[in-house]
């Protein structure tokens, strides 16, 4: 079966960290460019974060110093660890693999100030 399950959301206070999963099968992970998205409630989804298959990350601005992408290919596995969260940062997050147009049910990740 070709899914996407995300993994690790919850309410933290402002200042907090998390640990994002996203466990992949039935799809050739370790060739494939991975995406974390977010959408806040009222807002469009946004990229977040990107690795590619060889582990080169991109962040969208907001989240630089505070946010790493990695990925564990034995694992079929890519994380999104989340340092001092701000409340803006309150939305569901969603594990993407953008070649497969393969998305994930998203996690809730709730700040509170």
């Known amino acids: 079966q070709v899914q996407l399950v995300e993994s690790g959301g919850g309410l933290v206070q402002a200042g907090g960290s998390l640990r994002l999963s996203c466990a992949a099968s039935g799809i050739i992970f370790r060739f494939i460019t991975m995406a974390w998205y977010r959408q806040a409630p009222g807002k469009q989804r946004e990229l977040v974060a990107t690795i590619t298959s060889g582990g080169s990350p991109t962040y969208e601005e907001s989240v630089k110093g505070r946010f790493t992408i990695s990925r564990d290919n034995a694992k079929n596995t890519v994380y999104l660890q989340v340092n001092s969260l701000k409340p803006e940062d309150t939305a569901i997050y969603y594990c993407?693999?953008?070649?497969?147009?393969?998305w994930g049910q998203g996690t809730q990740v709730t700040v509170s100030s």
């Open positions: 993407n693999a953008p070649t497969k147009n393969l």
